[in-house]
């Protein structure tokens, strides 16, 4: 897949030229994005457990994040990445925690090829997160990214709260004890 058919059926030139690093745009329509991963996919790539270590899963629950005791493995004696214990993943899920999967890019081809093609297109380096996430529970609280990101919705349904305003090019968090409240305060409608 090129990047032409990644946005379809927005143009490349309308991309660039109205939205990128303007302002956020919601591209609809049966695409070839629509067979980059599916729930059933996940369910096989979450059993792929060398990957699953504490540097790139968690799990939020209501905004919150699950310590890694909760569902790690205890550590090994030689002191290697704690990989995740899958009974205790998929406990949490059921009582709805949200999942944040990271570099899924180095475990499934097809993404990989997206990641490479995006990084192709913006002459940068581009990796590949999986969020899943539950009716009527919320994972994050309003927050600012710190890089691009092309949120590719593949499966359910989600309500996506983007607000008015965009931080001027910001290169860290927000961080402290009203990091929050500023940012919430600065998100406009």
């Known amino acids: 897949m090129d990047f032409a058919e990644f946005i379809a ?4 030139e309308t991309f660039m030229t109205d939205y990128f690093g303007r302002r956020p745009v919601h591209i609809r329509g049966e695409t070839a994005r629509i067979g980059l991963l599916s729930a059933a996919r996940l369910e096989q790539l979450l059993a792929v ?10 799990l939020i629950l209501n905004s919150r994040p699950i310590l890694g005791e909760h569902f790690l493995e205890k550590a090994d004696v030689n002191g290697s990445r704690r ?8 406990l949490f899920l059921r009582i709805g925690a949200s999942l944040v999967g990271d570099h ?3 475990i499934d081809p097809v993404v990989r090829q997206a990641a490479a093609m995006l990084s192709d297109q913006f002459a940068g380096t581009a990796g590949a997160n ?33 607000y008015e305003n965009r931080a001027e090019s910001p290169v860290e968090a927000l961080t402290g004890e009203n990091a929050q409240a500023i940012i919430d305060q600065a998100r406009a409608r």
């Open 9 to 12: 059926p927005m143009t490349v």
């Open 49 to 58: 457990l060398p990957h699953w270590t504490e540097d790139n899963l968690k």
């Open 83 to 90: 990989p995740a214990d899958p009974a205790k993943v998929q």
């Open 104 to 106: 899924i890019e180095d």
């Open 130 to 162: 999986v969020y899943c996430s539950f009716q009527g529970i919320r994972a994050f609280n309003t927050h600012c990214d710190l890089h691009e990101v092309f949120a590719v919705q593949l499966e359910g349904e989600k309500v996506w709260q983007i």
